[in-house]
């Protein structure tokens, strides 16, 4: 019998049928897969965008950390200077605790103790101190590099930048002798807050021998007298005299200092510039050094100051200063430590001296006889803070606000030089 059109089983499938059945089928399945890439490709970007958010706060977190740790560092350092008597006791706490160790460090007059920040130059990432002292000359650097710096332990410098001036080798202008600093050479210097348990030889900082043996003419008497007088305190101190009748420190804010002399907006520069230090009660010393503004070496001295300058300066030219200046620069070279002269800039107006040009050529000719690098802001780097008196206490000294403008500018301008120096050393 034939089964062929028994009902219900169809004999074969309709070709039509079984199109549409593949087409639902791969259609079906074009679906599935691009849902499933679409699902991919979401998860895919939430991980990468999960992965990114992970990274951000972790980086954020590292610079969180490391803001904490500069931070902490900065407190450290301030505490450590806490309670200097003068700034120049804090330079010398430098040379024999080691606050900051710095790499590059400042040599020079008041014209860089008080115009040239090392947090500005911090900007390099490298570290700075101003040792600069007010009224040294060549022939004390030669002592203070010999006698003190380098018999301390403190680590070569990578460079020197030397505050030079047209006045440098004026040893009757420039007052400072290693008689002065006998008293910063005193075992009873105590160590800074924080650092009494350190390893330190208390013995060579109280007995630096050649620092303070007589080292001029036995019939020089007004010499000799000088050095028997200056281990005594009513003699070596005798410029605190006034501390010793109004023993604190003036206080003032910035809302109390006049405008016109700059200090009213001195207390914050710029937006970076102001660290904690800043929110600290603002001391001022009778001989208008800001002591609270301590910094690495620098401290700002504010005078009124209206820009006029009477009387015309004079310097005279000691031969035996500018010997001793060649000798130093001679160990600095030997002891394979480069140098840079900068000379601050002045309030242009203001300054009366006929022997500019014929001083500073001095100097020249040993920047070109030894091949030093010489950024003078008085000749070929004039700009406008020469003729701005607001920058100023005197003719030649900046204020706090000036040294942090001509810092920026250092700054700029030295970046070339470290830089290479940096490379000449890899």
């Avoid at 039509?16 to 639902?24: E, Q, R, S």
């Amino acid at each position: 019998m034939d089964n062929q059109n028994s009902p219900g089983i169809p004999s074969k499938i309709d070709a039509l049928d079984a199109v549409l059945f593949a087409a639902k089928a791969v259609l079906t399945l074009a679906l599935v897969l691009g849902a499933m890439y679409a699902l991919n490709a979401a998860m895919t970007g939430f991980i990468a965008e999960e992965r990114e958010a992970e990274r951000v706060a972790s980086q954020r977190e590292h610079e969180l950390r490391r803001e904490m740790l500069r931070l902490q560092e900065d407190y450290d350092m301030m505490s450590a200077f806490e309670g200097i008597r003068d700034h120049y006791d804090g330079q010398f706490k430098e040379i024999f605790y080691k606050i900051v160790n710095a790499e590059y460090i400042l040599l020079g007059t008041s014209h860089i103790t008080h115009g040239v920040t090392p947090e500005i130059l911090e900007q390099s990432g490298r570290s700075f101190f101003n040792f600069a002292l007010n009224g040294a000359t060549p022939a004390y650097y030669l002592w203070w590099y010999n006698h003190v710096f380098k018999p301390s332990g403190y680590i070569t410098p990578r460079a020197v930048i030397f505050g030079v001036n047209w006045f440098m080798f004026d040893s009757g202008w420039l007052w400072r002798r290693p008689e002065f600093d006998f008293q910063y050479l005193d075992r009873a210097n105590r160590p800074p807050p924080g650092r009494e348990d350190d390893d330190f030889d208390f013995a060579a900082y109280g007995d630096f021998g050649d620092a303070i043996r007589f080292t001029g003419a036995w019939h020089d008497v007004d010499a000799v007298v000088t050095h028997i007088t200056n281990r005594f305190a009513v003699f070596s101190a005798r410029e605190r005299f006034i501390d010793l009748v109004l023993p604190q420190p003036q206080s003032q804010t910035g809302d109390e200092i006049d405008e016109n002399g700059g200090m009213g907006e001195i207390a914050a520069p710029d937006s970076d510039a102001p660290r904690e230090r800043r929110q600290r009660e603002r001391i001022v010393t009778h001989e208008g050094f800001v002591l609270s503004e301590f910094y690495k070496g620098f401290v700002p001295w504010h005078t009124d100051f209206n820009g006029h300058y009477a009387g015309t300066a004079r310097a005279n030219f000691n031969p035996d200063e500018e010997a001793a200046f060649r000798e130093l620069l001679a160990q600095f070279e030997a002891d394979g430590i480069p140098v840079i002269f900068v000379m601050a800039p002045e309030f242009l107006p203001g300054r009366t001296a006929p022997q500019f040009d014929e001083m500073l050529e001095i100097i020249n000719g040993i920047a070109r006889e030894k091949n030093i690098p010489f950024l003078n802001y008085n000749t070929d780097r004039v700009s406008a803070i020469n003729f701005t008196y607001a920058y100023y206490s005197d003719w030649g000294h900046l204020n706090e606000r000036g040294a942090h403008v001509f810092s920026q500018v250092l700054y700029e301008d030295l970046r070339e030089f470290l830089d290479s120096l940096d490379f000449d050393s890899e």
